[in-house]
């Protein structure tokens, strides 16, 4: 089985992989923990896509603070990036439009969002990248796959490893007694009560190494924003589910999550009312996404962020 693999070049990267790897808005990263990350003065064929420091805005931003002037970091993932909107309505320039409406017009929102991070991916970039900023405060955007795995972009910039013993690696998988556990991990296109794997109460189980790996995040963004004053607000976006599915399904799970939030002393922002008053049809970005809101949804949770910022 190795001569087969090596002829096939199975544990090689790919062709495209390593053009998405040396030509996309991603780009790998020597740090563990993040994998992958925004690519900075990143063109695309609408225009720049990302700043200096590889935000997802076209403006160059200062490490130095202006007088006066509240800064606030949006840290999430695909929700928080935003990049299948118009850069206009992504959620960060919405959270500035509300807050300029409201009459705080000296307010700066950041926008660290990347898409497919995890909550541990997340921990890492305030750690790394959010700190120098001093924000005096972080958006943490919740998504209720966070404690899960996106295949992709991550897998794009995970090379394969060869196993030691090939016959039994194939009879183990085929047993699924050796899936990765980030495979295992790697997140639905369809919400609870549907995945045939049992894949959300397994990621939210409080024994199961998920769950405990999404806490120890949460408690490691905690400590970094205590390290430069910073208050963190936790905004818990649903899942955006039509009639078919069992109704208050998503209940149990954003409990679960506020309660960390509020352990931790943070307020928590659930946005799954605001959302479940107005049509379907209005909020979801694609007909058949469970999870990405379309503008007026940014706009929504935008309005009622501002309240706690």
């Not at 002829?7 to 998405?20: L, S």
């Not at 030509?23 to 790998?28: E, G, I, T």
């Not at 001093?134 to 996106?150: A, K, R, Y």
């Not at 931790?264 to 107005?278: I, K, M, T």
Request: charged letters at 25%; a negative charge.
């Amino acid at each position: 089985m190795r001569v087969v693999h090596a002829r096939r070049g199975t544990f090689e990267v790919d062709a495209r992989t390593r053009v998405i790897r040396e030509r996309s808005v991603c780009m790998p990263v020597d740090d563990p923990e993040l994998v992958y990350a925004y690519r900075p003065d990143y063109d695309a064929p609408r225009g720049r896509s990302t700043n200096s420091a590889g935000m997802l805005q076209p403006d160059d931003v200062s490490i130095d603070r202006t007088p006066g002037v509240e800064r606030i970091a949006l840290v999430g993932d695909s929700l928080s990036a935003g990049i299948y909107l118009a850069p206009g309505a992504r959620l960060a320039p919405q959270i500035e439009r509300a807050l300029a409406e409201r009459g705080k017009s000296a307010c700066e929102v950041f926008n660290f969002g990347v898409h497919g991070y995890g909550a541990t991916q997340e921990a890492r970039m305030i750690e790394t990248r959010v700190l120098p900023y001093h924000p005096d405060t972080i958006v943490l955007q919740f998504c209720l796959n966070d404690p899960g795995w996106s295949f992709t972009p991550n897998a794009w910039f995970v090379d394969p490893v060869e196993p030691r013993v090939h016959l039994f690696e194939f009879v183990m998988r085929r047993l699924h007694v050796s899936v990765p556990e980030h495979e295992r991990r790697s997140v639905p296109m369809v919400g609870p009560g549907r995945t045939p794997d049992g894949f959300w109460p397994r990621i939210f189980d409080a024994d199961g190494d998920a769950w405990r790996d999404f806490v120890t995040a949460y408690e490691r963004i905690d400590a970094a924003a205590r390290t430069v004053d910073a208050r963190v607000v936790l905004a818990l976006f649903p899942l955006l589910l039509d009639g078919s599915y069992e109704p208050g399904v998503l209940a149990p799970y954003h409990a679960q999550v506020r309660a960390v939030g509020e352990q931790l002393g943070w307020p928590v922002v659930d946005l799954r009312a605001v959302f479940e008053r107005e049509p379907l049809e209005r909020v979801r970005f694609d007909p058949e996404d469970i999870y990405h809101p379309s503008a007026a949804g940014m706009r929504l949770a935008a309005d009622e962020l501002v309240a706690f910022l």
